[in-house]
């Protein structure tokens, strides 16, 4: 069966997918109220500290920026669900918010990676000149080629991506309209690659090797002083999670979605359900906008100290309203 045949398979399927039209929108508001607030409380924490700006929350701002953005888009994305598909807000709308979204999804890999090699240099190797030498300067121009990398990857995005009509009503595609499948495969498959699969192996040769340090006994480390090990430990926690929660799943089903379009003379059955799993996955991708936060919480020991402050103040503050009552 040719190319053309396979087009035409996919355009004729009818996916039944009730499934989402809850699913997408409750975790998409469940994100975005979270997130939302989350991500704004980093940002300013970091702007209202910036005196004390490190190389760590310099990439920390710059996730939270990415995650931030792509918070903002949710609001289309739930109405768009509530309304069974239905995408009243015109072509561009749709281009971007898909744009957002992978480049929400792909920077925060990237920023990530930047954090856990910087992690990895400051336990594996703390003696490094070149490493220590790099300023915060240098760290921006790392920032800076970051989003020119996520953008330069997912631009292509504004092209495949476009708005079609089904069942008489204008929707939003996620990858592609069925008819340039084909074409959308190698860039699919490359985003995979270059977005996902190397930035992980990086991230998981520098977890090894951070781990087998951590491990060892204090005398062994000499240079690795306790909270920098609690603190790496924390960082190692959090991103395995996120990229168990978010990234993994996500890739996998949607390579395994991409090949399954790929096949020429697929049964309608079968897409429906590669389609199906894919999409179960799709929204846990952006629980990543929450999961960012708390790694910022949990890295940084000022953050969690003023919040307890905080909590304490408002704790002594509730104990003395009864006695203030009483005394009145």
Known sequence: MNNLTTELVQTSCVFNEEFKYI?????????????????????LQIWLSQKALTRSTIYMLNLAIADLLYVCSLPLLIYNYTQHDYWPFGDFACRFVRFL??????????????????????????LAVWHKKKGKKFVWIICAFMWFIVTVQCIPTFVFVSTGIQRNRTVCYDLSPPEISAKYFP??????ITGFLIPFIVIL?????????????????????QPKK???????IIVVTAFAISFFPFHLTKTLYLVIRAIDGISCHTMLTFAIVYKCTRPFASMNSVLDPVLFYFTQKKLRQSTRNLL????????????IYRSG
């Open 23 to 43: 699913l997408l929108p409750l975790v998409y508001s469940v994100v975005f109220a979270l997130g939302l607030p989350l991500n704004i409380t980093v940002i």
């Open 101 to 126: 979204f992978y480049t929400n999804l792909h920077g925060s890999i990237l920023f990530l990676t930047c954090i856990s090699f910087h992690r990895y240099m400051g336990i594996c190797h703390p």
């Open 187 to 192: 860039y699919g498959i490359a985003l995979t």
């Open 205 to 225: 040769s520098c977890y090894c090797s951070m781990t087998k340090v951590l491990c060892k006994t204090d005398d062994m480390i000499g240079l690795v002083v």
């Open 230 to 236: 609690e603190k790496a430990a924390r960082m190692i």
């Open 312 to 323: 304490d103040r408002v704790s002594t503050r509730l104990r003395t309203y009864p006695q």
